[in-house]
């Protein structure tokens, strides 16, 4: 009778964990429309034009009597909402950690993006200002609840199904992605017959996404729960919080290997994303349709990239198959470069192999680093991961700028961006990733 009793409280809580993480993949599904609809197709071109069309005659705009070329003013709202963010992310994650009560942050967090990106309806006209003050809340507020998001992976994931667990949550994201950025484009490219102007065409897509957000964030908010962990040495959250942070991190110099490892290929993956259009555009002479279409290809075949390699992980490791996929960027950067101007089929091509890579060295990379974190601190741990995936991607853009500056082509910019790749492949093969997880004080999987 002990034994039925054990048996079926096991099985009560297999049950109770698998409900926890579909709930959890759920966040993803309500949160990547606005990475994918908002931030990388529609509100950069529409932001831009929105702050020309209130420029003066030399074509800048004055946010605060600054004066700002209107060409500029989107890059510097995101550049702005990072700022904001790397401040916000610690002191959250701090609290989150310090009082258990990480799910009503999450929440917070969450509606505070969506309801901003919502009010992006309203940027008509002249509004930059109101379409700035809109971004800079939503990046932000995105920011800080991934950050929670991904904090939850080790408490509702035992070591050994982490990386599969992360990457259906990847999947989810990037389904939920497509989904909506095939809605959006054929009411933008169908907008008059529906009646609608361009510009509401556009406002609608912007904030058809803030609602997405909205309504699908419920159903992590009812499956997930908080739990309660004390924390020796637990400092309450404030203004040197950031600091505090690294300083404890700096006890576990293997867990900030890996970070280190982890800022550098990420960092030239953030580049190859935000600059392939940019490639296809200027280097190889493809049209919008061209490129949007291609963007939507990655977003489709990353589901199944990111779900093939979590199952690669399964059999040799989560480690092992980021090394691996770290190889595979490297081989469609050398394909880039080669790839013939005015033939779309081989960008095609080119953005299938980003697709497939995509999601599972992101997703894999979260579980990586999640056997990593010492019990009780997830929250804050994870603050300083996102701000590697978000807050620190700036020296790949500068590469590529200066690349092209100096040798004028493209090609050139996007081959070096390879340093990323294999410098990254260096510092993460030389991880002693079991002893960085015994260090930080958690069992280790069979797999790693």
Not at 21 to 40: E, H, I, N, P
Not at 162 to 183: E, K, P, Q
Not at 278 to 284: I, K, M, N
Request: charged share 15%; hydrophobic share 50%.
């Amino acid at each position: 009778m002990g034994t039925d009793t054990v048996r079926a409280g096991t099985a009560g809580e297999a049950a109770g964990r698998r409900r926890e993480q579909r709930g959890w993949y759920f966040y993803d599904w309500a949160c990547s429309v606005y990475s994918t609809s908002v931030l990388t197709v529609f509100l950069g071109p529409y932001l831009t034009s929105v702050a020309r069309s209130a420029a003066d005659a030399g074509g800048y705009v004055h946010p605060l009597g600054i004066p700002v070329r209107a060409g500029s003013f989107f890059a510097y709202s995101v550049s702005l909402s990072v700022i904001l963010a790397v401040v916000v992310m610690p002191l959250v994650g701090a609290a989150a950690d310090r009082t258990g009560r990480k799910k009503p942050l999450l929440g917070a967090a969450a509606y505070t993006g969506a309801a901003a990106t919502t009010g992006m309806f309203f940027l008509d006209g002249d509004r930059y200002l109101l379409g700035g003050a809109l971004l800079v809340v939503a990046n932000a507020a995105q920011s800080v609840a991934m950050m929670l998001y991904n904090s939850y992976l080790p408490q509702i994931a035992p070591p050994g199904e982490r990386d599969a667990v992360s990457s259906r949550g990847w999947a989810f994201g990037y389904a939920a992605g497509s989904l909506m950025l095939v809605a959006n484009l054929v009411l933008y490219s169908a907008h008059a017959s529906f009646g609608l102007t361009e510009s509401a065409a556009v406002r609608v897509c912007l904030a058809s996404a803030g609602l997405w957000w909205g309504l699908f964030t419920l159903v992590p908010l009812r499956r997930l729960r908080d739990r309660h962990t004390r924390v020796e040495g637990a400092s309450a959250p404030g203004p040197r919080q950031l600091a505090a942070t690294l300083r404890d991190m700096r006890r576990h110099p293997l867990t900030l290997a890996f970070l280190l490892a982890y800022l550098v290929y990420n960092d030239g993956i953030q580049t190859v994303i935000s600059q392939a259009s940019v490639y296809g555009s200027e280097e190889l002479g493809l049209g919008q349709s061209t490129l949007i279409t291609a963007v939507l290809l990655v977003q489709v075949l990353a589901v199944a990239g990111a779900l093939a390699m979590g199952r690669l992980a399964r059999r040799h490791g989560a480690k092992r198959t980021v090394l691996g996929s770290l190889v595979a960027w490297t081989a469609t950067l050398a394909a880039g470069y080669f790839l013939p101007a005015g033939a779309p089929v081989w960008f095609f091509v080119l953005a299938a192999g980003i697709g497939l890579v995509l999601g599972g060295s992101q997703a894999l990379s979260r579980s990586l680093f999640s056997h990593l974190v010492p019990a009780g601190k997830e929250a804050e741990y994870f603050s300083a991961y996102e701000m590697s995936d978000r807050g620190m991607s700036w020296l790949g853009p500068l590469l590529f700028g200066v690349t092209y500056q100096l040798s004028g082509s493209y090609r050139s910019a996007i081959i070096s961006l390879v340093a990323f790749f294999v410098i990254g492949f260096v510092l993460l093969a030389r991880v002693p990733v079991r002893r960085a997880i015994e260090d930080a004080g958690n069992p280790v999987p069979d797999t790693i």
